[in-house]
């Protein structure tokens, strides 16, 4: 049960607007309060306290000291309960470390809490409230026992400066403003390459002359500043002076929506983002842990009629500050998502427009589509602010890193030549990339709209924006490689269904749930397929359609097509895949991705063996009940993933790996870590890099998860495929015989099988059958390895070195003498790159690998 979602964070593109520049105009016309100079004469009650200050009138009256980098706030008279103000607040960045494994971005924000400011005695309290647990039963004890069972947060106590004469508090919030509230210093201690800092507290300070007041919202900017005598390589990397970073922090606080918005239930097959929580008022007969839909709200003017326009449209906004080829290609992409309105029922209810002049992208008033920038290459997000009592959205924010575009075209570059970019054609590297761009816009925003991940969709016709889109190159009749069709173009199917399931709006007297049942039974039974992150990104799962960066109905069909596209792009490799004027050891960072360029369809067919099809169901679905994939596809999958293995796969001319000349070290050498091991160094070596190609399969087939649901498949059906004939089938291929230019390329293959095998064999959470027969076949390959029965002094070698290494884990005491070879590290390959082991915690991100 994931109720770490409730805490995941959202993340808000957060740009600044110039110092002391008011926002000109909102979404819907209002302007910004006009800063006043000074108290008025109807609030004497403070003016001694704030009598120089500037005042801002809005949700909150403000008074900003500019000089003294401090800002005040007057709260409404308390209630019966102390409770002065209840409003939603989110936290986030306006500016950032801009380093991507950190993950500190500009626009980093959270999902949003509900904050109460409760007076007590002299001190105002921030207190965050516990929506995790509640009652929703009309007995306001019952509520009351649900509350004091869980521990609520104060976030912040602050001194009330001056009481009005209704009970008005004046109070200084710089305090509030200037909290390390995203956990920024721990964050940076937590990785291994930020650093242990500390706020400097004589450089952090709310940015007061920038303190926004509108009607619904009050926003903030503070300037936090780090210290650390120790800095970690990640921020030396990035800051100006890595001893001192400062970066902004935002704060948004906003009134709480009315009681108009009605929450729509979860299902689990809807492919909707969920917002769990405990209901402690639940019948004993029902479950306790709910979850809710989150979304926006969307209501038709006449919502009696099965389409019409509607009250007030959803309309995300393009960060001003992308250049203008990327902009319109962001607000194409996304602008797809209104064909899924319309056919949800709702006429002109999405728009995507560039972000007007003057107006500030952190008020939480506007949808943005941000353009961040890092060091590197680095994740997309797609999220936003929520009421965490109901699931509905009051901000969408996208995050899109703005290299990653780069590593599109550079991948393309290395598959058709750096002389198309530019020409316009249908190979030009440079479209394609703002192809994959506009489908990226649309996929995040999808996040922000409240779906999730659709893993299924590539095996399904493209179905859905809301999978991770493989390039779809294939080879002509004439031997070239085709790009016509490498992003799709528009929304899905799935994401039809999935906007109308989330957003249908229904008559009164309607039956709601048997409506929106129907609305999933019947996109089910057209043949669409729903398959969440959990089933997708790992090689370790199982459902037969659910991978990531993959494409085609059949994963068997497409790797053999991967690996024909794979061919033609080697075969023709070379300088053509760089621009004019750069150095040739370019090559070596082009080299990788074309390469591997069968990775991700790799894990897809390897996922048909010990496969499981399934589907989501709830009681009562007329749907298929799970079943083993069938032996025959298995079997299929198998023999073309032991294709991937032959040294034909992994052999390169001489001729260009002598062009992959050795890279300089440093930023201002153009040294880069996406290159394979050169322990051949200044040669490139290729021996490293078919140690890479090969440890894709053999660690897929030998994966522990896979294992044992091959075991348990034999034990099912005793004719099934079995985890030993895995075993067999790559040990025939690894350790056929070979020609003499190929056998250095399948002793590789032939360690990293004996080294895999160990691995397993090893794994305490790999089960024992597993475990065994991993023995017994490294026992078979240590009895055939005589060396006295090999001619040729380097096969003899190599076979006493690999008979010893299996009889030193065979005969290793209790506790392992020696660890096996650990694996090359394969360079990161997707299109936005992973490193450090940073992985993002929530389900409906772009993941480390995408």
């Given at each position: 049960m994931r109720l770490a979602a409730l805490f995941v964070a959202a993340f808000v593109f957060v740009a600044c607007a110039r110092q002391g520049e008011e926002p000109k105009n909102t979404p819907d016309g209002a302007e910004a309060a006009a800063p006043q100079p000074a108290a008025s004469s109807d609030d004497g009650w403070v003016d001694d306290s704030v009598k120089d200050f500037t005042r801002k009138d809005g949700f909150l009256t403000l008074y900003a000291d500019e000089k003294g980098g401090k800002v005040y706030a007057v709260f409404p008279p308390a209630d019966e309960d102390g409770v002065a103000l209840r409003a939603i607040y989110a936290a986030g960045l306006t500016s950032g470390l801009g380093s991507n494994p950190v993950g500190l971005d500009r626009g980093l924000f959270d999902s949003g809490s509900l904050v109460a400011f409760r007076r007590v005695g002299d001190r105002?309290?921030?207190?965050?409230e516990n929506w995790t647990y509640r009652a929703s039963a009309d007995n306001p004890l019952e509520r009351k026992a649900v509350r004091e069972s869980f521990a609520r947060s104060f976030l912040w106590a602050g001194e009330v400066t001056a009481t009005g004469p209704n009970g008005e508090s004046l109070v200084d919030i710089s305090?509030?403003?200037?909290?390390d509230s995203l956990g920024v210093v721990k964050a940076l201690k937590d990785h291994?390459?930020?650093?242990?800092?500390?706020?400097?507290?004589?450089r952090t300070f709310p940015d007061a002359a920038n303190a926004l007041a509108f009607p619904d919202n009050v926003e903030f900017d503070s300037f936090l500043t780090l210290t650390s005598d120790k800095p970690g390589s990640e921020v030396r990397a990035t800051a100006a002076d890595a001893r001192a970073i400062t970066i902004v922090m935002h704060h948004t606080l906003a009134r709480l929506p009315d009681d108009g918005y009605k929450p729509r239930p979860y299902d689990v097959r809807s492919g909707a983002i969920d917002i769990p929580y405990y209901d402690f008022s639940a019948p004993l007969s029902d479950s306790i842990i709910r979850s809710v839909a989150r979304r926006f709200r969307l209501e038709r003017v006449d919502p009696s009629a099965a389409s019409g326009p509607v009250k007030k449209p959803i309309v995300f906004y393009v960060d001003s500050g992308a250049p203008p080829q990327i902009r319109d290609a962001l607000i194409e992409g996304a602008s797809w998502w209104a064909d899924a309105f319309a056919a949800a029922g709702f006429e002109d209810a999405f728009r995507v427009e560039p972000l007007p002049e003057g107006a500030h992208p952190r008020d939480i008033r506007y949808n943005v589509i941000s353009w961040t920038h890092r060091q590197t290459r680095g994740w997309s997000y797609g999220g936003g602010v929520s009421d965490p009592r109901t699931g509905e959205m009051l901000k969408g924010s996208v995050i899109l890193g703005s290299q990653r575009v780069r590593q599109d075209r550079m991948i393309f570059e290395g598959l058709a030549g750096a002389e198309k970019s530019g020409t316009g054609e249908t190979d030009d590297p440079v479209e394609i990339a703002l192809a994959r761009i506009r489908q990226l816009s649309a996929h995040e925003v999808g996040h922000a709209l409240g779906f999730a991940h659709n893993f299924a969709a590539s095996s399904n016709g493209r179905a859905s924006v809301m999978d991770y889109p493989a390039p779809l190159?294939?080879?002509?009749?004439?031997?070239?490689l085709d790009f016509s069709e490498a992003y799709d173009v528009g929304i899905g199917e799935w994401d039809k269904v999935a906007a109308t399931w989330l957003y249908a709006q229904f008559p009164a007297d309607a039956d709601e749930r048997a409506t929106l049942d129907k609305i999933l039974e019947d996109a089910y039974a057209?043949?669409?397929?729903?398959?969440a992150d959990s089933e997708g990104r790992s090689v370790s799962t199982g459902n037969p359609y659910a991978s990531v960066w993959d494409n085609g109905e059949d994963a068997v069909a497409a790797l053999k097509e991967t690996m024909a596209v794979r061919k033609v792009a080697l075969d023709n490799f070379g300088a053509r895949a760089i621009h004019e004027g750069q150095p040739l050891s370019k090559l070596?960072?082009?080299?990788?991705?074309?390469?591997?360029?069968?990775r991700y369809q790799v894990a897809a067919a390897a996922k048909l063996v010990g496969g499981y099809d399934f589907a989501y169901k709830t009681k009562g679905d007329d749907l298929s009940a799970g079943s083993v994939v069938a032996d025959e596809k298995q079997r299929a999958a198998l023999s073309a993933l032991i294709d991937t293995l032959d040294p034909e796969a992994l052999m390169l001319p001489a001729s260009l790996l002598d062009q992959m000349t050795p890279q300089m070290g440093g930023f201002g050498g153009g040294g880069s870590g996406e290159v394979f091991d050169d322990d051949t160094r200044p040669m490139?070596?290729?021996?490293?890099?078919?140690?890479?190609?090969?440890?894709l399969t053999i660690d897929a087939l030998l994966d522990s998860a896979r294992a044992a649901r091959l075991v348990e498949q034999r034990r099912r059906a005793p004719q099934a495929l079995g985890f030993g004939d895995v075993l067999n089938a790559i040990d025939a291929k690894v350790f056929a015989a070979a020609g003499p230019g190929a056998q250095p390329l399948m002793t590789v293959a032939q360690d990293r099988f004996v080294s895999s095998l160990i691995a397993l064999s090893r794994n305490e959470d790999a089960i024992p059958a597993a475990r065994a027969l991993a023995d017994a076949k490294l026992r078979a390959i240590a009895n055939r390895l005589n060396p006295s029965l090999f001619s040729g002094q380097q096969a003899r070698e190599h076979n006493a070195w690999l008979q010893s290494r299996i009889e030193a884990h065979l005969d290793r005491p209790a506790a392992p003498a020696a660890p096996s070879t650990p694996a090359a590290e394969i360079p990161p390959g997707s299109p936005i790159g992973a490193s450090d082991g940073m992985m993002e915690d929530c389900w409906h991100c772009e993941d480390f690998d995408g």
């Open positions: 105002m309290i921030a207190e965050q305090g509030f403003l200037t909290r291994p390459k930020g650093g242990t800092y500390e706020v400097a507290k004589d190159v294939t080879v002509g009749d004439d031997g070239a057209s043949g669409l397929r729903y398959v070596r960072e082009v080299i990788v991705p074309v390469y591997l360029y069968h490139f070596d290729l021996m490293s890099a078919a140690d890479t190609a090969v440890s």
